[in-house]
């Protein structure tokens, strides 16, 4: 009896005793100091982005490769301290690097789970979701996963932006697996590499060596923008590895660099034939079908990627952009709810929400998507400016501005919030500081210095300063020569000034090159009538009417026109058109040209 007790405890010994499952706080405090916060940063040293990182040794950490990509430099931040991280080996295939951080006062890492856990299995997220410091969730394993790269753990703890490379965890703390946020597909359908293959990066990465090589060469001439260099060398990849995925993927970026459309089409379409499966690269594919005016094509793909990824936010997204392009804005909204169904942080399903909002002339609905949005993503720029828009556009230029006053410290002197306050200002009554706005946007190199320049441009010409208008209308135009609009704003300032011939010839080069542009020919029949020549004013006018009929002003000054002519009869017709767009007008233009008999009109 004594020795079956005895074998029994041996037994006992030699198995272990079962993990104890611990509480959530417990769990917390337990594993939270395991996982970092890492952050990415370009080469001026402005933060690129925030996201996680696992301890897995003293000073060494694993987190998802693609968040590293155009990084220059990387800062991982635990409890006790922070330091500079450099990559040590990537997996690129699994999509797992290592970094290491010298000088990091490590914590015990996390004892890892040597096998994969059963479905229903309890979990939990540790992670620095949405940049706002290492937080906790929980779930379940919802399936192991297979695929080319071997079987990763899906699970429903949710996870947002920020929670890549943090840490899946079991209910006594071991880790399961590191979170890959890229792989969501859909509603708390989320994903993690598996534990075990941590041990494996580094003999992978150095299996792959010649290919890491060959692909951060590539990656320094797309971070150099050297475009015809990229495009040899991934055209000479590509052509000795058709099957290279990362190959096509350079000679598509090669494409961008160098606006080269067709090239860009056949890039993913090759790359849509290598990975089908993958919904990043068929949507990639349908939004530029879309772009070149193929949307019967790209609602066929949209369709096809949905039959296959029902639960893919991403593809409901690009469904309703299709549908939206082709006037179905209702079944495009519905789409749109259903991708923030299944992902509640997509960004662009918000924009695109508001923008049919706005498109329907409905800026509460608009205002209320920026309003959530920039409240998921508070420390985020481009939500925060689209609120202002959005503030904008419902004409509360006071509640923009104090947007503008929240954006974060360290964008306060960026660009595009420089531009966006000196649209405000300009709505707010304040041309001089709307200038000087401007002008400072100009001066941090804002991408598109045209719209500033015509920003400068309108607020000059509302202090009558058309001298000074003329010549920022001529900065846009030289800044964005293939838009017409500079160049109409150009000439309307040029009319003013009195400057008429050279108003004349612009106004004529867009009548010719845009005819079908009711504005251009209104502009163009102004400006003949400034030169004192109605005769040929008249049919500029005629013609910009019967394109958009429409337009008070212009019929007022169809009636002056006609009675400079002489065209009595029709300065008749003209009032009675005018009577029945705008009476008060119509009365305004009998009273100002004395040149009908009212009694006689019916």
């Known amino acids: 009896m004594e020795l079956s007790r005895t074998v029994i405890v041996l037994i006992s010994l030699c198995i272990g005793a079962p993990a104890r499952a611990l509480a959530p706080t417990e769990l917390f405090a337990q594993a939270s100091p395991a996982v970092a916060i890492l952050e990415t940063f370009?080469?001026?040293?402005?933060?690129?982005?925030?996201?996680?990182?696992?301890?897995?040794?003293?000073?060494?950490?694993?987190?998802?490769?693609?968040?590293?990509?155009?990084?220059?430099?990387?800062?991982?931040?635990?409890?006790?301290?922070?330091?500079?991280?450099?990559?040590?080996?990537?997996?690129?295939?699994?999509?797992?690097?290592?970094?290491?951080a010298a000088g990091l006062a490590a914590p015990t890492a996390l004892p890892r789970l040597t096998e994969p856990l059963s479905v229903g299995s309890r979990v939990f997220a540790l992670s620095n979701a949405l940049g706002l410091g290492v937080g906790i969730s929980e779930g379940v394993v919802s399936g192991i996963r297979p695929s080319a790269a071997g079987s990763y753990v899906q699970f429903s703890a949710p996870i947002s932006p920020g929670s890549e490379g943090g840490a899946l965890v079991d209910d006594s703390g071991r880790l399961v697996g590191i979170i890959d946020y890229r792989r969501r597909d859909g509603q708390n359908v989320n994903f993690a590499s598996?534990?075990?293959?941590?041990?494996?990066?580094?003999?992978?990465?150095?299996?792959?060596?010649?290919?890491?090589?060959?692909?951060?060469?590539?990656?320094?001439?797309?971070?150099?923008?050297?475009?015809?260099?990229?495009?040899?060398?991934?055209?000479?990849?590509?052509?000795?590895?058709?099957?290279?995925?990362?190959?096509?993927?350079?000679?598509?970026?090669?494409?961008?660099?160098?606006?080269?459309?067709?090239?860009?089409?056949?890039?993913?379409?090759?790359?849509?034939?290598?990975?089908?499966?993958?919904?990043?690269?068929?949507?990639?594919?349908?939004?530029?079908?879309?772009?070149?005016?193929?949307?019967?094509?790209?609602?066929?793909?949209?369709?096809?990627?949905?039959?296959?990824?029902?639960?893919?936010?991403?593809?409901?997204?690009?469904?309703?952009?299709?549908?939206?392009?082709?006037?179905?804005?209702?079944?495009?909204?519905?789409?749109?709810?259903?991708?923030?169904?299944?992902?509640?942080?997509?960004?662009?399903?918000?924009?695109?929400?508001?923008?049919?909002?706005q498109m329907r002339g409905d800026s509460q609905t608009a205002l209320a998507v920026w309003q959530r949005l920039s409240g998921l993503y508070p420390h985020q720029l481009g939500p925060r400016l689209g609120l202002v828009r959005a503030y904008l556009a419902a004409e509360k230029p006071a509640r923009a501005w104090s947007e503008l006053g929240q954006v974060n410290d360290s964008d306060t002197d960026n660009a595009l919030v420089w531009y966006w306050k000196g649209v405000t200002l300009a709505r707010l009554g304040c041309p001089e500081q709307a200038i000087k706005a401007y002008r400072a946007s100009l001066d941090r190199q804002l991408d598109s210095a045209d719209w500033a320049w015509a920003g400068i441009g309108w607020?000059?010409?509302?202090?009558?300063?058309?001298?000074?208008?003329?010549?920022?209308?001529?900065?846009?135009?030289?800044?964005?020569?293939?838009?017409?609009?500079?160049?109409?704003?150009?000439?309307?300032?040029?009319?003013?000034?009195?400057?008429?011939?050279?108003?004349?010839?612009?106004?004529?080069?867009?009548?010719?090159?845009?005819?079908?542009?009711?504005?251009?020919?209104?502009?163009?029949?102004?400006?003949?009538?400034?030169?004192?020549?109605?005769?040929?004013?008249?049919?500029?006018?005629?013609?910009?009417?019967?394109?958009?009929?429409?337009?008070?002003?212009?019929?007022?000054?169809?009636?002056?026109?006609?009675?400079?002519?002489?065209?009595?009869?029709?300065?008749?017709?003209a009032y009675v058109q005018l009577r029945g767009i705008d009476s008060a007008m119509a009365e305004a233009a009998y009273g100002t040209t004395l040149l009908l008999d009212k009694e006689k009109l019916p």
């Open 42 to 100: 370009n080469e001026l040293g402005q933060r690129l982005g925030a996201y996680s990182a696992t301890v897995v040794e003293p000073g060494r950490l694993v987190t998802m490769c693609n968040v590293l990509e155009t990084a220059a430099t990387l800062r991982v931040t635990l409890p006790s301290n922070s330091a500079d991280a450099q990559v040590m080996a990537r997996d690129r295939e699994r999509n797992l690097c290592l970094i290491s």
């Open 194 to 357: 598996a534990a075990q293959w941590i041990d494996e990066i580094a003999p992978r990465a150095a299996a792959g060596d010649a290919r890491l090589k060959r692909f951060d060469q590539a990656m320094a001439l797309w971070k150099q923008q050297q475009w015809a260099d990229l495009h040899a060398m991934a055209s000479a990849w590509s052509h000795e590895e058709p099957q290279a995925k990362d190959a096509w993927r350079f000679v598509i970026a090669a494409a961008q660099g160098q606006g080269d459309a067709h090239a860009e089409v056949q890039g993913w379409q090759t790359l849509y034939q290598l990975d089908p499966s993958s919904s990043d690269v068929g949507t990639a594919l349908g939004r530029l079908l879309l772009a070149g005016g193929k949307t019967p094509q790209a609602l066929e793909l949209a369709q096809q990627l949905l039959a296959g990824h029902q639960e893919d936010a991403p593809c409901w997204l690009f469904l309703g952009q299709v549908l939206q392009a082709s006037g179905q804005p209702g079944e495009a909204e519905q789409a749109y709810r259903r991708a923030l169904e299944l992902d509640p942080w997509l960004i662009d399903a918000y924009r695109s929400m508001a923008m049919l909002a």
């Open 459 to 573: 607020a000059l010409a509302d202090l009558l300063r058309h001298a000074e208008a003329i010549e920022a209308f001529r900065s846009a135009v030289q800044a964005a020569p293939e838009h017409d609009e500079w160049r109409y704003q150009l000439a309307l300032q040029l009319k003013e000034g009195g400057r008429l011939d050279e108003a004349l010839e612009i106004t004529t080069e867009l009548v010719t090159k845009s005819p079908q542009e009711f504005k251009n020919w209104r502009q163009h029949g102004f400006v003949l009538a400034s030169q004192g020549r109605p005769e040929q004013a008249l049919p500029a006018m005629e013609k910009s009417l019967q394109i958009e009929s429409r337009q008070p002003a212009l019929w007022r000054t169809l009636i002056e026109t006609y009675q400079l002519a002489g065209r009595r009869d029709d300065a008749k017709r």
